[in-house]
C-alpha cells in the first residue's frame, strides 16, 4: 500500500512539475517585452504574449496587473476585470488597480461599484492630475446616469487690457492704389483697458443613457474705457441632441446663433449690429482608450455683416485632432483646422489651413493651467482694387488660461492672456495684438 502511495505521489509530483513547465509564470524580462508592445501600440500582441506565460497559481500582484492592462486595451474587458481584481485580491492598498477596474467597470455599465472605487482612491488624496482624470470619470457617469434636466448657470466678471482693439496696423503709411498713403492715428493700432460681464446657462435634458438634448445660452457685454466705439454686446445660443451608444462615442448636433453689436457713436442706434452668424456645429468625439481620444468638430453657417453686405459669406470649418490624457503629465491635444469662406465678393472670400497644439495640467486639486497654440494660413481669392497683390495672412495665436478654484470666495479666479500675430501680404492688414484678463466666475 505504501509502494502504491508513493508511486502515485511520484506520477502526481512528475505531472505538476509538467505542467508547471508548460506554464512558467511571467517573468520580469516578460513583462518588459509586453511593456514595450504595450507602448508601442501593439496590445494584442502584449496580450497574447502575457497569455501563453501566466499561470494563475504562481502569478503575483505585478503579474496580475500587466495582464490586466494588456487585456483592457485589447479590449477583453471580462479578463481584465478578472485580472485587476485578483491583484486586489493579492494587494488591496492597489490604487493603480482599483483605479483601472473602475474604468474597466464604467465600461460594462457597472457605474456604481466603478464610482465606489473612484471615490475611494479620491479620497487618498492623489496627485493632481490623478485626481483631476477622477473628476472627469466621476461627472462623465453622473450624467450618463442622471435623466430629467440638469442645469448650470455662470456669470464671469472682470476686467483686461487690448493693445489693438480695432486690430489695425501700427505702420504709419501703407500703399493704396499704388500710391503711399499716410494712415490718421484712428486708422493705426490703438490700445485700451476694458471691462467685461459675461452670463452662461446650460440646460440638459437626458432621455437615457444614449440620447439628451443639450442648450447653451450667453450673454456678454464688454466696455473700452478709451475706446468707446469698440464697446459691444454679444448673444451666443446653441441647442441640439447629444447622442451618446457607447460609453467610448459621443455626438453632438447643435444648431447655433451668434449676434454681435457694437456701439459705435458714428452709427446711428439701429445700424449698429455687426454680425449675426447661425448654422450648425456636428461634433464626434471618440475614445480610443482611457488615454487617447479622436475628436472632429465641424461648422456650417452663413455670417452676415449688416453694414458690409459685401463680407457676408457661407462659412465651412472642420478640425479634426487628438487628445492623449496621461497619470502625470496632464492632457495634450494637437489639431487641423481647414476652411472655406465663399463671401458675396471674391476679395473677401478665402481659404484657410493649419494647426492646433494644447496641454493642459492640474498642478493641485483647485489650480488648472492650459496652454494653446494655432498657425494658420488664410490665402484670399482675388485682388482689392486699392492693393496691389491678393490678400494672403499668416496668423499665429498663442494664449494661456489659468482657473483658481477658490472655496473662500466660492467661485474661480480666471486669468487669461493671448498674443495674435497676423502677417499679411498687404501691409495694411498687419498686426499683431495683446489681450489679458483678470476675472471672477460662480457657479450657481
Not at 480695432?166 to 499704388?178: D, P
Not at 488664410?378 to 494672403?392: L, S
Request: aromatic content about 10%.
Amino acid at each position: 500500500m505504501n509502494v502504491r502511495l508513493s508511486i502515485t505521489a511520484a506520477v502526481a509530483a512528475l505531472m505538476a512539475l509538467g505542467c508547471g513547465a508548460a506554464q512558467a509564470a511571467i517573468t520580469p524580462q516578460i513583462e518588459a517585452q509586453a511593456s514595450q508592445l504595450l507602448n508601442e501600440g501593439k496590445a494584442a500582441e502584449a496580450y497574447a504574449l502575457l497569455r501563453r506565460q501566466h499561470s494563475p497559481a504562481n502569478a503575483g500582484p505585478q503579474q496580475w496587473f500587466i495582464l490586466g492592462v494588456a487585456a483592457y486595451r485589447a479590449r477583453d474587458l471580462g479578463t481584465a476585470e478578472t485580472a485587476f481584481r485578483q491583484t486586489l485580491a493579492r494587494d488591496p492598498s492597489s490604487q493603480r488597480a482599483k483605479l483601472e477596474l473602475a474604468r474597466v467597470l464604467q465600461e460594462k455599465g457597472d457605474n456604481p461599484e466603478a464610482e465606489r472605487l473612484f471615490r475611494d482612491v479620491r479620497s487618498q488624496n492623489p496627485p493632481a492630475q490623478v485626481a483631476a482624470n477622477i473628476d472627469r470619470f466621476l461627472s462623465m457617469m453622473q450624467n450618463r446616469d442622471q435623466q430629467g434636466h440638469a442645469y448650470r448657470a455662470r456669470v464671469t466678471v472682470g476686467a483686461g487690457y487690448d493693445s489693438n482693439v480695432n486690430q489695425a496696423t501700427s505702420a504709419h503709411q501703407v500703399t493704396l492704389f499704388g500710391l503711399p498713403f499716410t494712415l490718421n492715428r484712428d486708422a493705426r493700432k490703438s490700445g485700451s483697458a476694458f471691462g467685461f460681464i459675461k452670463a452662461e446657462f446650460d440646460q440638459v435634458y437626458r432621455f437615457d443613457r444614449n440620447f439628451a438634448w443639450a442648450t447653451n445660452l450667453s450673454l456678454g457685454a464688454r466696455r473700452y474705457f478709451g475706446q468707446g466705439d469698440y464697446d459691444s454686446y454679444t448673444v451666443n445660443a446653441a441647442t441640439g441632441p447629444v447622442f451618446q451608444p457607447g460609453d467610448r462615442t459621443t455626438i453632438l448636433v447643435p444648431v447655433f446663433v451668434n449676434v454681435m453689436r457694437v456701439e459705435n457713436s458714428k452709427l446711428p442706434s439701429s445700424q449698429r449690429f455687426y454680425t449675426n452668424e447661425y448654422g450648425i456645429a456636428p461634433q464626434v468625439r471618440y475614445s480610443l482608450s482611457d488615454v487617447v481620444s479622436l475628436n472632429l468638430a465641424t461648422v456650417l453657417g452663413h455670417r452676415q455683416y449688416f453694414e458690409q453686405g459685401d463680407r457676408s459669406a457661407h462659412v465651412l470649418r472642420a478640425a479634426p485632432g487628438v487628445d492623449v490624457k496621461t497619470q502625470s503629465a496632464g492632457v495634450f491635444s494637437a489639431g487641423l483646422i481647414a476652411g472655406r469662406e465663399i463671401a458675396r465678393s471674391s476679395i473677401y472670400s478665402n481659404r484657410s489651413f493649419g494647426g492646433t497644439l494644447g496641454w493642459q495640467y492640474a498642478f493641485a486639486k483647485n489650480f488648472v493651467v492650459s496652454l494653446y497654440g494655432s498657425h494658420e494660413q488664410i490665402n484670399y481669392d482675388a485682388q482689392e482694387a486699392m492693393n496691389d497683390r491678393v490678400r494672403k495672412d499668416t496668423k499665429t495665436v498663442a494664449g494661456l488660461d489659468a482657473i483658481y478654484q477658490s472655496d473662500l470666495l466660492a467661485g474661480d479666479i480666471l486669468l487669461s492672456y493671448s498674443h495674435v500675430w497676423n502677417q499679411s501680404s498687404v501691409r495694411l492688414y498687419h498686426y499683431e495684438r495683446d489681450m489679458i484678463s483678470l476675472g471672477y466666475r460662480k457657479r450657481f
